[in-house]
């Protein structure tokens, strides 16, 4: 298992995810993706999701399962996520591009329209990302969620950003 060894999942991990979309729900929108593997007790994500596409179980230390037919690709559940294992995937942005939103509790914030490291679940950059959109009110409890565009091959495989050294210094 690779998150035990290396500390991020692999792909064969993630295909057995019960947070995980079809490869048919992610070409028809933006849907939340949720990489929680470690089934220790937490349910925030349930609590954030007003549509209840999220459902931990009984037991609330049940891995979090994904009813992608009723995920509209809100977000809300992004920052609600102590482990930081979600992310909301648009593969459909444009012809070339995908769109993450990923939550981000680095200083300083990127800034919208800033090209920044688009960065795999390992850490290592993996292409450029433009940032989009960042959100960052109160009531998420200083996680930002960035937005970002990537280039389509990439819009399931970058978890994370990194300012560019010349961006803030």
């Known amino acids: ?10 792909p064969k991990e993630l295909d057995i995810l ?3 979309p079809s490869k048919e729900r992610l070409e028809e929108g933006p849907v939340v993706v949720i990489e929680c593997a470690q ?3 937490c349910n925030p994500c349930e609590a954030a999701c007003h549509k209840e596409a999220i459902k931990i179980g009984d037991s609330i230390t049940g891995l979090p399962r994904l009813d992608a037919s009723k995920c509209g690709g809100c977000g ?9 294992a979600i992310f909301v995937v648009d593969m459909t942005y444009s012809e070339t591009e995908a769109t993450v939103q990923l939550p981000y509790e680095f200083l300083p914030l990127p800034q919208k329209g800033d090209i920044v490291n688009g960065l795999n679940r390992a850490g ?46």
């Open 1 to 10: 298992m690779t998150l035990a060894k290396e500390g991020f999942l692999d």
């Open 18 to 20: 019960p947070g995980m």
């Open 39 to 41: 089934e220790i007790p």
């Open 76 to 84: 809300l559940c992004i920052a609600a996520c102590p482990g930081q």
């Open 124 to 169: 290592d950059r993996v292409c450029d990302a433009k940032v989009l959109k960042v959100i960052n009110p109160k009531t998420f409890d200083r996680t930002a969620v960035i937005t970002v565009a990537v280039p389509k091959a990439f819009g399931m495989e970058v978890r994370c950003i990194s300012l560019k050294k010349s961006d803030k210094g």
